[in-house]
């Protein structure tokens, strides 16, 4: 396979005056007609006429309405043309029902749905699939299904057929058409100028109750982007259809968006307090690329952190200001210290922007979205508030209807601000987490702080240059006053200091407050001053992360010197409990340890060799720790969260949810799980009752309650990825591969479906020692579920490969079989593309 470098790119020669389509949709002949007008692009070298197309025959093509023979290849066809501009037409058949790779257009429970984003459409009709190329597309969807929708507004239908146009020129990435027997759940909003736009759930007969929280999420989004960025829809309407079986979480077609049913369903029964958290951030995430990604779009792939990064920055912002700014932040510093910072220490180390890639798809990654929307905060962080809108303000305005680069972002910044963004760059092109030690010194009145940066090599990057280290820092006196308030220090060099004078006595420093850049930190310093932050910080976040930093090395002691649980930590936490002035979704977060892959990575990174039942064994011992020195404060913590009334997933009951629900979890460590069990009786929604089956699986009870949960629920799938996941989440490390082998014998076992195909594989991998229990039976499991899933859907399949690349970090035994399955993965006859670049990559 061909890999595809940025450094080579090139315009396409042509520009598109306009696009008709007509679908005659058929579960296995469908017919797709085209009617493309190409010009001249006047900017671009001329160069052959090509047009993308797989998996499709060619029933005829024509130039200005003559018949003409193109010459088709695998990845697409050619074709002499005129020089001036010209009309292009061809007339497809593709079969959406064979199409289990769920790209293109597809067949999902009966309805025909799509997805374009990377390169999809060049499965629907042939096409010069790239963002940069942008049209006005006219659509025709013929069919007997009940309901046709494309992007744009409804032209005009009739019994069988229905037309839609789209005014905006957009990437064919961006395409979409859905028909299928659904009902919407229907609203209504008004634009701040004034503009009235209907509003549609699409859902299954049946569903319609769970659709309410999606509706009222988008709304609440359509408002903030005006008030927070100034930008209002643009459509008379906008869709969001729900479908069962997708290979992500959605997808931004202009107004068409295609979810992931699992990201619009909702009701107190069926969904957690997380899964409702999670959709109102996905319904605006997706909303939002309505801006940032369709109206301002990417050049080529390469720019995908233009719309990616700094999206995931929007609905973050979102998410802060409609809920619990501290807890949002925490939240995702948890998400990407977990997820990104392994996959920066491993063997799929990217650049935000890679410089190359054989399957696009394989860069949707962590790296992309979440340290992508890290450097756009960094960057608001650096030029303010103000500056920061001014900067949005000219890019929307500058580049409003273009497919633009990072190059583009930066300049924006540059002109708005003045400030010049060369080394900044870097965050863009230099791949790895910087790792910051910080020392200090005291002396006559003067507190100085020095900061030296170092990232490790990554492939294919040995050196590596500093880079723009914002470090937001505060100073606390002795009684817990602060001295210097929160002041943000710019690094650039390697090492550098930083003084603050007029000082009474040595301050206790506050670093990296709010967690300002994307690094890791070293820092030596006693546990008393962890203690001391953990009591009296003012900053949430650090007063979080020291609590974290001690968790982390009182753990550490365990693993590594047989320590007892450090008595100091267990008081402080004991404090932050108790403290009722504190918002119980932060005291939840204090609760939570270190992930047991987290302490893995973190002792790989102390030069340890991470044993994961060790680790697994230490974390149990510390939480039965945790839940002998809290015993006289988790009662009343767990009683505060039976909220009487109507169940709210908001923020503030949702946190009381999760703080009793973590009191729960210490509780039945000690109990015998007499509360899970009553709270699992009585619960009437699924946060509680899916808290009070995980409790009783962690000590090895719950099976009746386990059957019960699947006699209640075994009609509905989302609620059952729930009861697959969770089980192998859970398991006993020895237990962990034949339960999930015997889950994939279940009769409500899909290799077809995502959702339940990552329910199962992803919670084997996510057991950290059921998945490197010994043996390397959930290894070979895995790879053998790869190997089938692939030939299916790669896309998916390859996504799940990635739980093998912190393969380097174990023992031999363990390195030797995690290999063995990648290069089994690696020697299997027409493998993908994108599962054999990621095998390829993971084994370097
Ligand atoms: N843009 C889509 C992701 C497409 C993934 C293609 N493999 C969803 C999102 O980020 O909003
Ligand atoms: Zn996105």
């Known amino acids: 396979p061909q890999t595809i470098y940025l450094k080579d790119y ?7 005056d306009g696009v008709e389509l007509t679908f005659r949709l058929s579960p296995k002949a469908t017919r797709v007609t085209s009617r493309i007008r190409f010009r001249p692009n006047p900017d671009a070298p001329s160069g052959p006429f090509f047009l993308n197309g797989e998996t499709m025959t060619l029933l005829s093509a024509r130039i200005d309405g003559a018949e003409v023979q193109p010459e088709i290849t695998p990845e697409g066809l050619t074709c002499a043309v005129p020089d001036g501009p010209f009309t292009f037409e061809a007339e497809v058949e593709i079969d959406p029902e064979a199409n289990t790779s769920l790209d293109g257009l597809y067949r999902s429970g009966g309805m025909y749905c799509t997805q374009c984003e990377a390169q999809g459409f060049r499965k629907i009709t042939f096409y010069p699939d790239r963002p940069d190329v942008m049209a006005v597309f006219t659509v025709r969807v013929e069919s007997e299904m009940p309901v046709l929708l494309s992007n744009g507004n409804p032209v005009d239908q009739g019994d069988g057929w229905a037309e839609w146009h789209d005014p905006w020129p957009k990437p064919a990435y961006l395409f979409a058409l859905v028909a299928g027997d659904l009902v919407s759940v229907p609203g209504h909003f008004t634009t701040r100028s004034g503009r009235a736009v209907d509003l549609n759930i699409w859902v299954r007969p049946g569903d319609e109750g769970r659709a309410g929280w999606a509706l009222e999420s988008l709304k609440l989004s359509m408002r903030w982007d005006e008030e927070a960025y100034g930008r209002e829809y643009d459509l008379d309407v906008f869709n969001i259809v729900a479908v069962d079986d997708f290979n992500m979480g959605a997808m931004e077609n202009k107004g068409l968006n295609i979810f992931n049913s699992r990201l619009v369903l909702a009701s107190p029964e069926t969904a957690t307090d997380t899964d409702f958290e999670r959709i109102e951030a996905v319904i605006a995430h997706e909303y939002f690329h309505n801006w940032t990604g369709n109206r301002i779009t990417c050049r080529d792939w390469f720019q ?77 962080r650096l030029v303010g508030d103000e500056g920061y809108r ?19 972002w930066l300049k924006v910044f540059e002109d708005a601000t003045g400030r010049d963004l060369t080394q900044f760059a870097r965050w863009y092109s230099q791949a790895g987490t910087p790792h910051l030690t910080v020392t200090d010194a005291f ?55 930083f003084t603050f004078e007029g000082l009474t006595g040595k301050p206790v420093p506050s670093i990296l407050r709010g967690f300002s850049a994307p690094v890791e930190i070293t820092r030596e310093s006693s546990g008393a001053e962890k203690a001391f932050l953990l009591a009296h910080d003012t900053d949430p976040f650090n007063r979080w992360e020291a609590g974290r930093d001690l968790a982390r090395a009182t753990l550490t002691a365990m693993i590594l010197e047989d320590a007892a649980p450090d008595a100091g930590w267990l008081q402080g936490l004991g404090a932050v409990l108790r403290d009722t002035a504190l918002d119980p979704a932060f005291r939840a977060l204090v609760l939570a340890l270190p992930t047991q892959d987290e302490m893995a990575a973190h002792l790989a990174r102390l030069g340890h060799v991470p044993d994961p039942l060790r680790i697994r064994a230490c974390h149990r011992a510390l939480r039965e720790a945790m839940s002998e020195a809290l015993e006289d404060s988790l009662p009343a913590l767990h009683e505060d969260a039976q909220i009487p009334g109507e169940y709210s997933p908001q923020a503030e009951p949702a946190g009381r949810r999760a703080l009793g629900n973590a009191a729960l979890g210490l509780i039945t460590l000690r109990d015998g799980g007499a509360r899970a069990r009553a709270q699992f009786e009585t619960a009437d929604n699924m946060t509680q009752s899916i808290a009070a089956l995980g409790a009783l699986l962690a000590i090895g009870k719950g099976q009746d309650q386990l059957a019960a949960f699947e006699a209640r629920w075994s009609h509905d799938r989302l609620v059952m990825d729930k009861w697959f996941g969770l089980q192998i989440a859970l398991a006993e490390p020895e237990e962990a591969a034949p339960l999930t082998e015997r889950l994939t014998q279940h009769p409500g076992f899909d290799v077809k479906n995502p959702n339940r195909v990552r329910a199962v594989f992803g919670s084997l991998s996510g057991n950290a020692a059921g998945f490197h229990a010994p043996g390397g039976a959930s290894y070979a499991l895995l790879a053998d579920w790869l190997i089938r899933l692939d030939a299916l859907n790669p896309q998916t ?48």
């Open 390 to 408: 001014a900067a949005l303000d000219l890019y929307f305005d500058r580049h409003d209807g273009q497919a633009v680069t990072i190059e583009d």
């Open 443 to 497: 002396e006559d009145g003067r507190y100085t702080l020095t900061f030296r940066q170092e990232t490790a090599p990554t492939p294919g990057q040995t050196e590596k240059a500093p880079q723009v280290i914002p470090i937001a820092v505060g100073l606390l006196g002795a009684n817990g006053d602060e001295v210097v308030p929160t002041t943000l220090l710019e690094m650039t060099e390697a090492e550098q200091s």
């Open 304 to 380: 995908l952190c233009l719309k990616e990064g700094l999206t995931v920055f929007r609905d973050q912002s979102f998410t802060s200001d409609v809920r619990s700014a501290p807890v949002k932040r925490i939240e995702d510093a948890i998400l990407l210290r977990a997820r990104q910072f392994r996959e920066d220490q491993g063997p799929l180390a990217h650049p935000v922007r890679p410089e190359s890639f054989v399957e696009i798809n394989n860069f949707y990654t962590v790296t992309v979205y979440e340290k992508g929307a890290e450097i756009v905060g960094m960057l608001k």
């Open 10 to 16: 090139a315009p396409f020669p042509w520009l598109i």
């Open 797 to 844: 399949a390859s996504r799940l490969s990635t739980a093998f690349d912190s393969w380097r970090r174990y023992d031999e035994t363990r390195q030797g079989q995690m290999r063995a399955q990648l290069e089994r993965i690696a020697g299997t006859d027409g493998l993908s593309r994108d599962l054999s670049e990621m095998v390829q990559r993971m084994l370097g």
